[in-house]
């Protein structure tokens, strides 16, 4: 399961900045997404998998059964996805400025608008 | 101590009660104002506190350190809270002069509140994660700030300064989630207990390269400063005031706290590429504000340059050059904030700060001329003001430790820098000037807040001593680095 992540996590890297690497803006974004989600992956793997028990102390027990899911880095995650997904809205409507204010989604014709 | 969440919940409370008045424009420049006033007070009073009893903690939720969020406030975080204070007063001051009734609408103030938030919690955070969302927190803010524009170039800065900030944020987490793998831990004074561990494990060498590329992102550092000459110079004036004064500062805040917290020992390559590159950050910025003709690029990559003195005595990690870096960016802080204020005076007189159209303000606009000569003489280095004081620290720490090669290019771009601020003053102000003429005045608001800035400049230029003293002490507690750990920690 590790590997499986962990190759998943790689691939969506890879493909975010393959996309963050061309031409469009679409693209640009839809790479960033990329990127976030396989660092979202990353956290959940490097935090180690565990299928044990969950978190929580049991009815009478005095302290977790071990071995037990860290929960930290789900809450991380949570996080991360809440402001990345915020970020991602913002950059998708601004990227419509863009296209907007310029008539084109291709990044050189964005710089040579100045 | 519960004051640490003052610069934090002040801001917010401040930004809440703008929404409520936000149909009512005088009321929120005096609404935020006030927020501003009060965010310096409670810095001050932090200040106060870290000044004579040393390091302060709280934990958030009283739930114990390594589990927790924790504020932290050393000397150093003190007094950058206290810079953000003094910059918020300084924007707020300056929007009685005016501001687009648009962009007022649309909630520039509570904006400007939020950044000021976020920029006071990633100083104070004691947490990597935690100062992930501050930075997250201040980029949102100050992404809404800068696309509040409809002009092509100014949207296409904005997307620019968007996506290469969303490129470093999700740098910045990767770093942390390899981290928190390897540790367990992501509370900084509890990383910095258990890293010596980890210091031969190869991981090390991942996560600091890692945290380098997207500190440097945020600090501007060559070759990744790009989007920061190309973005600052598009926002109105004020808005660009804060950005140079604060964005970057947080950036270089980072890095100094990573690397004296958990870098001090690592291997010499990464000091060598961290050196290298605030060396090209000196040397192409300045080369770069010479080849500008417009004052708001040459403020741009001047503010690029000068990032590349604190970093490169970071990889000095001696006392004295380390001191002198926290001297230069306080005094940076307040000289650069001022300059883009001058800018926005230089935009009402004439509505452009390209050389061409300015010149001759030195008759015209005497009481301004005499105000704006300060910060650019200050930036310039020229002595006895407080450029020169913080540089001439910078030297001799450098100096002392032997590092001749980088102390040399930090005088070489020191010269660089009074050359560019010298044309500017010359084309500015000296230069006479035939041909367009003052469209309105500076501006009672934009003279008082120039005017205000100028005298803590000259605060700093004649507190010199006792300020080096405080910034050699906020240096020390940085390198030693226990009394914050155990503070964090509640080991007393």
New interface residues.
Partial sequence: MHVLLALTSGILYAA?IYL?LRRR?AQ?IIG?GL??NG?NL??F????LTRVHPPVVADGAGALMPPYA?P??QA?IL??IV?GF??LA??LV??H??HA??GSDDVDE??R?? | MMALALPLLVPLTTAAVLMLVRRHAVVQRWVAMAGAVLLLGSALLIFVRVNSAGVQALQIGAWPAPFGITLVADLLSAMLVVAVGVVGVAVCGVSFAGVDPRREAAGYHTLLQLLLMGVAGAFLTGDLFNLYVWFELMLVASFVLMALHRTSAQVEAAFKYVAMNLIASSIFLTALGLLYGATGTLNMAHLARVWPAMASSGIEAVVAALLLIAFSIKAGLFPLFFWLPASYPTPPAPIAAAFAGLLTKVGVYALIRVFTLLFQGAPPSLFALLLAMSAATMAVGLVAALAERDVRRVLSFNLVGHVGYTTASLTVMTPAALSGAIFYVLHHILVITNLFLVSGVLLRLRRSTEFWRLGGLRTSQPLFSLLAMIPIFSLAGVPPLSGFVGKLAIVQGMFADGAYGVGALVLVVGLLTLLSMGRTWAEVFWRPHVGTHDLTTPGTPYLAAIAGLNLLTLAMTVGAGPLVDLTARAADQLLRGDEYVRTVLGEE
Avoid: K, M, W
């Fill in positions: 975010g963050i803006l640009l960033l990127l976030s660092t990353l956290i793997v490097a935090g180690g860290d930290v880095p991380l996080t991360a402001i915020g970020l913002f950059s601004l990227a400025r863009v204010a310029i964005v710089g608008a100045r």
